[in-house]
């Protein structure tokens, strides 16, 4: 089966702009989650949706970072604007449903540098 | 709230020699363990799980974890080391089946020497 996609695989961009990432899951998962992964750390949980609706996003900076998924499968995750402390690499995961011990499967991850 | 501690941030192995990679858990019900690996510019792949049952898990690529709960403990292992081996290894913890979200420790870099 087709992995989770995620695009564009690299952005570079100035501080005070704006950024969109884009993630297509496991067809038929129900569950998808946003992560920031700031270089030496683990990731971190910003957003979580169940089907169309939004589940947690109790980490996700709101005046600045926003998601949505529309229709229940493909999701947006876009900054604006951005800072510099904002650089990282943005995985996108997803799972059948969010029992604990259903697998999260990752994509590639988006790699953010803000100058 | 769940907390996840990996001991070591890098460690480096002779290729056949014994992979350990520590990793210590706090939770306020039984948890669910995962360690994950990630090879340079790729995502996050499951290595194996622990959620109920024994105690001792296998998983893909010849790793095994040991859950001790009396000490907190889900330490990763592999009896030889492959120069494959070399990646990024995650420990992530979720209070099981009544919060969703995986907390992940700050990973391990494994190096593994000719």
């Known amino acids: 089966e087709a992995g989770v996609a995620q695009s564009p695989r690299y952005k570079i961009i100035e501080k005070r702009q704006s950024v969109a990432f884009w993630c297509n899951p496991i067809s038929g998962h129900a569950t998808l989650y946003w992560y920031q992964q700031i270089l030496g750390q683990g990731p971190k949980l910003l957003i979580q949706f169940q089907n169309n609706g939004v589940v947690d996003d109790s980490q996700l900076p709101k005046d600045r970072f926003s998601a949505e998924r529309l229709k229940g499968v493909d999701s947006t995750l876009k900054i604006q604007p951005a800072k510099l402390e904002d650089s990282a690499v943005y995985l996108c995961?997803?799972?059948?449903?969010?029992?604990?011990?259903?697998?999260?499967?990752f994509g590639p991850g988006t790699r953010l540098t803000v100058t | 709230a769940q907390s996840v501690t990996q001991l070591g941030s890098h460690v480096s192995v002779s290729e056949g020699a014994l992979v350990l990679l520590r990793c210590n858990y706090s939770s306020s019900v039984p948890p669910y363990l995962f360690w994950y690996v990630q090879y340079p510019n790729q995502g996050l792949q499951l290595l194996l799980k622990y959620t109920t049952g024994a105690t001792l898990v296998k998983g893909i690529n010849g790793f095994e974890a040991e859950f001790k709960k009396s000490e907190t403990s889900f330490h990763l292992t592999k009896p030889s080391a492959h120069m494959s081996d070399a990646a990024e290894y995650f420990c992530a913890v979720s209070d099981g089946d009544n919060d969703y979200k995986l907390s992940f420790g700050a990973g391990t870099t494994v190096t593994v020497r000719a």
């Open positions: 995961a997803s799972s059948l449903t969010d029992r604990g011990s259903y697998e999260q499967y």
